[in-house]
């Protein structure tokens, strides 16, 4: 999963294609964004001062914005009489609470905190989750199959441990002398003889996002599981097929300034996956293309202590649904290096991603609902790592633990802009939600061990966590087995 603080800027006018005027407002006095991030964030307007963060002084800057050209153009129907009695509250409420010489009447009566608070909920920040958690999703379906991506061929053209195990694979092991087969139940042909194998994985992780100024803190959980089946050609290669399905659940925490929500997401995959042996070095690689299901409930709550029954502020819930398509390719190389039953293995590997999340629409919050444009990420990353394994025969099979460490480069995602519009809003005014950079390096962390037993059977069990991510901690377990046919 990528990680930053977000926040909302508007641009100048321009046209939308088809020639229909879209108002976008200037939010950021005289900034621009670029892929290098924002420049300082400024209040170009009364309720844009309310806020204590960028993000809540973008959200004001945009708020008023929006309110004025209603005033100025008046409201048509009732959920954009929503929208401009919700947004006036708030402008109301900022001429209240900084004295100036404005309209007051719809003053809620609440302190600077709670205005800010409700400048945070409208903000809609959490939308761009989809994007991440569909990058995420991807990302976890290629780790499953490439721990499949065990069977590496010896010198000697029989399965073996190999320590290489290029994207945190799992070794599979036939004992090449007589005393290993002997420890191993007798017969070289009890580990591994089959060429073709199925296997099954499942795994759950957990993971939380720390609370920062600019960004809701958030936990998640995943589950996943992945089938699929390979068959080995001769003695240098191995390729097959696999199905995935994950499912991740995140809670926004609740907070001063935040009222909470959560999304759910669902991804299916489907991966092609093959594996080389040329002399002492490895090859393997893997293509996943994926279709995800998201939904997003946001929590929007705008305080009032106002008198005045009308002056109500708003406690409401922002619900969407959207789909998402992934493409990842993997390629793998490395080398690994036999110490007696020791073995060393560095590894660099190379992935590209490509995620496209359609565009939804909200419901449930009347004139705060808000309208999402579709996002696109492309990442492309190396990963330079080392495993060490050690290999032990004993009376019921082969039992290897095994531990890695990888330094895992970011060189293509970057800050991302996505279109956000009040639906309600007739002139469209396009505020752009803008993420910070993603952590450009960060570490990953493995312990596990393997065990393959006498009928062939071969199950495994591992823990990574992530390293050196701002903010943002990640722990996954997989179990899982391979059977022969």
Known sequence: MQHGESGLVLQPTGSAPGGRNRHLLLALAGSIVSGAGLAAVEPVNNLGSIG?????????????AVCVQFNKNGADGDLQADLFDKCGEMVHTANSLNGIDGPVAKDLGISREQLQAALQNVAGEETVATGSLATEASGSQTANVSKRLSALLSRNGSFRLSAVNL????????????EARGGAGGDEDTLMASRWGVFVHGDIGTGEKDASAAEDGFSYDTRGMTLGADYRFGNGMVAGLAAGLSSTSSDFDETDTVSGGDMDADVASFSLYALAYAG????????????GRFDLTRSIVIASESDQAENDGADREARSDTDSTQTAVSLGVGSEYNFGAVSLAPYLRAQYLDVEVDGFTETGAQ??????????IESVTSSLGVRLSRVSNTGFGVLVPQARLEWVHEYSDDVREVETVYANDPRENVLLTVTDEPDRD???????????????IQMFADVRTLMGLRDFSETQMTLGARFEL
């Not at 945190?168 to 090449?176: E, H, I, Q, V």
């Not at 004139?367 to 696109?376: A, I, K, M, P």
């Open 367 to 376: 004139g705060l609902n808000l309208r999402v444009s579709d996002q696109s």
């Open 280 to 291: 002492p070095v490895f090859f393997d690689g893997i293509v996943t293309l994926g279709q």
């Open 52 to 64: 204590a963060s960028d993000l809540q002084i973008r959200t004001g800057n945009a708020v008023q």
């Open 167 to 178: 994207f945190g694979s799992y070794a599979l092991y036939r004992p090449d002398t007589a």
């Open 442 to 456: 960060y570490f990953s962390l493995g312990l596990g061990a393997s065990a393959v037993l006498r009928n062939g």
